[in-house]
């Protein structure tokens, strides 16, 4: 599966990150918790120079713990790097964000000298819903910087912190095998940039690989031999995805193990382990 990102839209990105990251005291990454390579924008790393970086571990209520427990310890291996797990959608996941802010710039802790924190993430991550947790009710727009775009935001939180929020700047890695369809999977490209049947069966296949109990659990399954197609044609009997004549719906099927892997129905799972995320086997 390839996914093509406009490369002249890479370079400005990048100027612009470059520009921005100038009067940045800190930078919060928003990862998805099940992805944490792939999800991770892979020039960020090096422009951030030598700022505090959080690697927030988002959706973590999705998330395989053991794994995710993991990764945490993997990237606070680099010096100035903190990884948090948390739920955007849990309400705490303010209170650990923020104070996590504070103890990695204390210098910034002072009155009228608040903390600029650039907030970053892919699209789908959980950005929004971020900012929406720390912000609550206190969230003030204070203003555009539209030589930079239009859509640059910065967000007074009125405690100290000062929000960044430069949206559609950055794009997935797709450096590593297999990462595109492991976003896919995960719900992070838009359906049209793939084929659902095709990315269905490819996350079966990890499924048995990986994850064969919850995928026994949650079908009641007997036997996870043979060919993945069957295995969802399977699937798809069981849950009632028929066509006229009784015969199994394939992109129904599709539909319903996709939407379950990325409500979490089937179980806490994580599609990539630290260091190197593992392709699953195609
Ligand atoms: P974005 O700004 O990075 O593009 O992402 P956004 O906040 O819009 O979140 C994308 C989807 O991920 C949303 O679901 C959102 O509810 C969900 N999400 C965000 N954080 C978490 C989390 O910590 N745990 C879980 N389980 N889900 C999370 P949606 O189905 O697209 O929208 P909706 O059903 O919430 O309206």
Known sequence: MKIDWYPGHMKKARELILDLVKNIDLIVEILDARLPQSSA????????????????????????????????????????VKALPLSAKNRSASSSLQNL?????????????????????????????????LAGKKMARVGDKPAITTCHQLIDLRNGILLSDTPGL??????????????????????????????ALYALKWLVATYPQLLIKRYKLDDLSGEPADLLATIGSKRGCLISGGEVDF??????LLRDLRGGQLGRLSLETPPLAEAPAA
Not at 51 to 80: C, H, M, S
Not at 103 to 124: D, E, F, L, T
Request: a positive charge; hydrophobic letters at 35%.
């Open 170 to 199: 950055l794009w997935p890695n797709l450096e590593e095998r297999g990462g595109a369809q492991r976003l896919a999977i995960s719900g992070a490209i838009g359906e049209n940039a793939y084929d659902q049947g095709e990315i």
């Open 101 to 133: 802010c504070r103890r990695m710039v204390p210098h910034r802790c002072k009155p009228g000298r608040p903390i600029r924190v650039m907030i970053v993430g892919i699209p789908n991550v959980g950005k929004s819903t971020m900012i929406n947790t």
């Open 251 to 256: 992109r129904r099927s599709a539909d319903l």
């Open 41 to 80: 924008n892979p020039v960020l790393q090096e422009l951030r120079g030598r700022r505090p970086f959080i690697r927030v571990l988002n959706k973590d209520d999705l998330a395989d713990p053991t794994v995710t427990k993991a990764w945490k310890n993997y990237f606070e291996q680099e010096e100035g």
